[in-house]
């Protein structure tokens, strides 16, 4: 893992950001179709060949289920960038298309998009969190926490749930409720929940009825499985690695949170297709009207905005383990080691 020093540098290093992403930040109508139409196509395809391999036999459609969510994460990738109103200049355009993406990936569009922007506002602000991350407690949280807590987090932060279990719990059952405290909340943000969902049992009442029942949930199953997974463990390694950045309100600073809260995920070309380049995710918080389409330009030519934490499939590994903020020490620790730490602490007094 390739990092700057555990002091993160200060937010003046970083004083002409705006200027640097600016650039980058127009809308491409041409680049915005061609993804868009390799995008569904490809997984229209994958489609009709799991559908297709079902008469060969299963494990060839749970190979073509690998790809098939790939293209799936892609589309969520666009829904994203549609939420954020950089993936076209209309906004009637991004809302248009985020609204049929989330058709497929099973996630209301604007009842998303209200909570990711909630994510992007307080992102890495202790206070805030919550609402559009993944839960995280502090050292000493959990060390006060009742046992029940405790038991709880630790199996909420076990891989097997936060990566297996909990992405396709999220996507399947979670996200057809409007779990949210209304204050703040539009009536068409929450009204959007019931629109997708009615329009998903739609499509997919269809197609049952078209090719069967049990094949079509032999052919998503896999598929959403996968393509949640994927997405839920994306989204924890671009912010949950050890050297990470988190504050308390009063200090806590917008390109700080960006720059050190977030993390460049190195993958290889082909993954990095199939992201949406959503790897140069620090760069994507810095300036969320940057389409994904231009991140990787941003990046490469602006050497000022590549001081990150840079992150490979390999050394990314290392952070399936890392569960509490350490205040102190101002990183992730594991359970094991905040437990040490506090009997070390104990033992010198």
Same mark, same amino acid.
């Given at each position: 893992?390739?990092?700057?020093?555990?002091?993160?540098?200060?937010?003046?290093?970083? /004083?002409?950001?705006?200027?640097?992403?600016?650039?980058?930040?127009?809308?491409?109508?041409?680049?915005? $179709?061609?993804? *868009?139409?390799?995008?569904?196509?490809?997984?229209?395809?994958?489609?009709?060949?799991?559908?297709?391999?079902?008469?060969?036999?299963?494990?060839?459609?749970?190979?073509? /289920? $690998?790809?098939?969510?790939?293209?799936?994460?892609?589309?969520?990738? $666009?829904?994203? &960038?549609?939420?954020?109103?950089?993936?076209?200049?209309?906004?009637?355009?991004?809302?248009?298309?985020? +609204?049929?993406?989330?058709?497929?990936?099973?996630?209301?569009?604007?009842?998303?998009?209200?909570?990711?922007?909630?994510?992007?506002?307080?992102?890495?602000?202790?206070?805030?969190?919550?609402?559009?991350?993944?839960?995280?407690? +502090?050292?000493?949280?959990?060390?006060? /926490?009742?046992?029940?807590?405790?038991?709880?987090?630790?199996?909420?932060?076990?891989?097997?749930?936060?990566?297996?279990?909990? !992405?396709?719990?999220?996507?399947?059952?979670?996200?057809?409720?409007?779990?949210?405290? &209304?204050?703040?909340?539009?009536?068409?943000?929450?009204?959007?929940?019931?629109?997708?969902?009615?329009?998903?049992?739609?499509?997919?009442?269809?197609?049952?009825?078209?090719?069967?029942?049990?094949?079509?949930?032999?052919?998503?199953?896999?598929?959403?499985?996968?393509?949640?997974?994927?997405?839920?463990?994306?989204?924890?390694?671009?912010?949950?690695?050890?050297?990470?950045?988190?504050?308390?309100?009063?200090?806590?600073?917008? +390109?700080?949170?960006?720059?050190?809260?977030?993390?460049?995920?190195?993958?290889?070309?082909?993954? @990095?297709?199939?992201?949406?380049?959503?790897?140069?995710?620090?760069?994507?918080?810095?300036? !969320?009207?940057? !389409?994904?389409?231009?991140? %990787?330009?941003?990046?490469? @030519?602006?050497?000022?905005?590549?001081?990150?934490?840079?992150?490979?499939?390999?050394?990314? *590994?290392?952070?399936?383990?890392?569960?509490?903020?350490?205040? %102190? @020490?101002?990183?992730?620790?594991?359970?094991?080691?905040?437990?040490?730490?506090?009997?070390?602490?104990?033992?010198?007094?």
């Amino acid at each position: 893992m390739e990092m700057e020093s555990q002091s993160h540098r200060p937010a003046a290093d970083y /004083a002409d950001w705006r200027k640097l992403v600016a650039p980058y930040q127009k809308p491409d109508l041409s680049k915005g $179709i061609w993804q *868009l139409a390799n995008s569904f196509s490809g997984l229209m395809v994958c489609w009709l060949l799991m559908y297709w391999s079902l008469g060969v036999g299963y494990w060839l459609t749970l190979l073509l /289920a $690998i790809p098939a969510a790939g293209f799936l994460v892609r589309i969520f990738i $666009i829904q994203h &960038d549609c939420g954020h109103a950089s993936f076209f200049k209309s906004r009637r355009a991004n809302d248009t298309v985020g +609204t049929i993406c989330g058709i497929l990936t099973l996630v209301p569009y604007k009842y998303w998009r209200k909570g990711h922007a909630i994510h992007h506002a307080h992102h890495a602000e202790l206070e805030e969190r919550g609402t559009g991350d993944i839960w995280t407690m +502090t050292v000493d949280e959990y060390m006060q /926490a009742s046992w029940w807590m405790r038991l709880v987090y630790r199996v909420f932060r076990n891989p097997l749930f936060l990566f297996g279990f909990a !992405p396709a719990i999220n996507f399947v059952v979670l996200s057809r409720l409007p779990l949210c405290d &209304d204050e703040g909340w539009h009536n068409g943000e929450i009204a959007s929940v019931w629109w997708t969902n009615l329009a998903i049992v739609g499509w997919m009442g269809g197609l049952g009825l078209l090719i069967g029942f049990g094949p079509l949930a032999l052919i998503l199953t896999p598929v959403i499985v996968i393509a949640s997974g994927v997405g839920t463990w994306l989204f924890y390694v671009q912010h949950q690695f050890e050297r990470t950045y988190w504050e308390h309100t009063p200090q806590w600073d917008y +390109t700080l949170a960006a720059m050190h809260g977030s993390s460049y995920y190195k993958l290889p070309r082909v993954l @990095q297709w199939f992201t949406g380049n959503i790897g140069f995710h620090h760069i994507h918080h810095l300036s !969320p009207r940057i !389409p994904n389409y231009h991140l %990787e330009a941003c990046h490469e @030519q602006n050497p000022a905005l590549q001081r990150v934490v840079h992150l490979t499939i390999k050394s990314s *590994l290392s952070t399936i383990w890392l569960a509490l903020w350490d205040e %102190e @020490q101002r990183r992730l620790v594991t359970f094991r080691e905040a437990w040490q730490a506090r009997q070390a602490a104990a033992a010198a007094v």
